[in-house]
């Protein structure tokens, strides 16, 4: 199993949130994080109105969701590098 980096993470939780949003309990279980870690995943989203919490329901925003497609391209383009790298040193 590989660890993801915090693009991963970012973009997991985003997604989580972007239709009907999510509360931090789900997002933990979903994304497979702890509480601490999730808060300040979902803090720093919030203050930079990627996010935006009502009640206790996170969502994303549209800023958030233009992150969400620049971040899936990122994680995209780097995925296949990478995958493409490994095979050429396993030939």
Known sequence: MSRRN???I???ILDICKAEGSSKTRIVYQVN???KNAGSYLEWLTRRGYLEKDERI???TPS???LLDNLNDVN???NDNFNG???KINE
Request: charge should be negative; proline fraction near 0%.
């Open 6 to 8: 915090k693009l991963e």
């Open 64 to 66: 958030g969701m233009s």
């Open 76 to 78: 995209s383009i780097i």
């Open 10 to 12: 970012l973009s997991c």
């Open 33 to 35: 994080l702890n509480f």
């Open 85 to 87: 790298d490994l095979e």
């Open 58 to 60: 996170y969502k994303t």
